[in-house]
């Protein structure tokens, strides 16, 4: 577990998400409320381009240590397990589809449980985060069984 919370930081906690020098939950740089969203587990975890981005950057490193995917599945868990908002700054709600507005004012009021705010079932999330993985790297990763 230990590797997972290295990857992941010490997780998401509601401290950081209402402190007033909160950081993106995507890319991890410095957020500022008024120009931030806050998106719900469901809505960063099913988002095949959240996975892109992930192995892009912040995770760029894991194929190189495990490039059979064997840790994607605690990944993906760990990941579908934050049971509050995701704090997300304006270059990363690009990642996504939802209601602006509404995320938006989410993120004024520094409210971390949202409407539909909670876990998602990891074997939802592991759906999308295995296509991009295959699409990246050529094969489905190890950890995640497909179909």
Known sequence: MGFLKKLFGQGKSEQRQIANSPVCDV????????QAY??????VVLSQAYWEFAFR?????VHG??????????LVQQASAQTTG???????SRLFNFDRTVARQYALQ??????????????AAAQ????????????????????
């Open 86 to 92: 995701w704090a997300v700054c304006e270059s990363c």
């Open 38 to 43: 806050v998106l719900t587990t469901k809505q």
């Open 110 to 123: 520094r409210m971390s449980h949202i409407p539909g705010s909670g876990s998602v079932d990891a074997s």
């Open 128 to 147: 999308p985060a295995a296509e991009v993985w295959k699409r990246l790297y050529g094969s489905y990763p190890q950890s995640i069984k497909v179909g």
């Open 57 to 61: 950057h912040q995770w760029s490193y």
């Open 27 to 34: 890319c991890n740089n410095p957020l500022d409320w008024d």
């Open 65 to 74: 240590l495990d490039p059979e995917g064997a840790i994607l599945a605690g």
